[in-house]
């Protein structure tokens, strides 16, 4: 090697740099990627098939994201992650709300919290107007440990949630027709 010139007479190198990318391994890994994507994708879709009948009446869900008020064992209320006070709770979520009054109001208690200071907490909504109202609960069977289940202890949001609607609760909490739709 010790033969070898490092350089050629015109003063350019003799390993130069590639001006030009080469893409047959991205187009390799996309390709792996669609495959993927096209052998899982009819895996993940659950339940019977049907073929849907067509509705022009239809309206679309409400797709805004729904307001989170947590109730924590010892009597804490949350508006999303911030803790209100019981008496600013009712206008943090009209102010969340703005104009849009169909917005479902999620309300998550904890297991431990006294039922009265959740119902007290949806009878406060439910009298200042705010009808659409859901109680979420955790739909995993009891004693089913998970990862989930640890992320859940630790604060975070549970990823197996189903929102109850608000007509489950009793009629003092929620008037009539203020059940989520």
């Known amino acids: 090697m010790a033969g070898l010139p490092t350089r050629f007479k015109n003063g350019d190198s003799l390993y130069q740099p590639l001006a030009e990318i080469n893409v047959t391994p991205l187009v390799d890994v996309m390709l792996v990627l669609l495959i993927i994507f096209m052998v899982t994708a009819p895996l993940l879709a659950k339940g019977m098939k049907v073929n849907l009948p067509q509705s022009k009446?239809?309206?679309?869900?409400?797709?805004k994201e729904p307001i989170v008020v947590a109730v924590s064992k010892d009597g804490k209320v949350a508006l999303g992650a911030d803790e209100v006070s019981p008496e600013a709770l009712v206008d943090g979520i009209k102010a969340m709300m703005?104009?849009?009054t169909s917005r479902i109001v999620h309300v998550r208690g904890d297991k431990e919290a006294n039922y009265g200071e959740v119902i007290a907490v949806m009878d406060k909504l439910a009298t200042n107007g705010i009808t659409h109202i859901a109680i979420l609960t955790d739909s995993r069977p009891k004693g089913a440990a998970t990862p989930a289940a640890a992320a859940t202890a630790a604060g975070a949001?549970?990823?197996?949630?189903?929102?109850?609607?608000?007509a489950a609760v009793p009629?003092?909490?929620v008037p009539a027709g203020g059940a989520a739709k």
């Open 171 to 173: 009629a003092a909490a």
């Open 98 to 100: 703005g104009s849009d």
């Open 57 to 63: 009446a239809a309206q679309p869900l409400n797709p």
């Open 157 to 166: 949001k549970p990823a197996a949630t189903s929102p109850v609607p608000a």
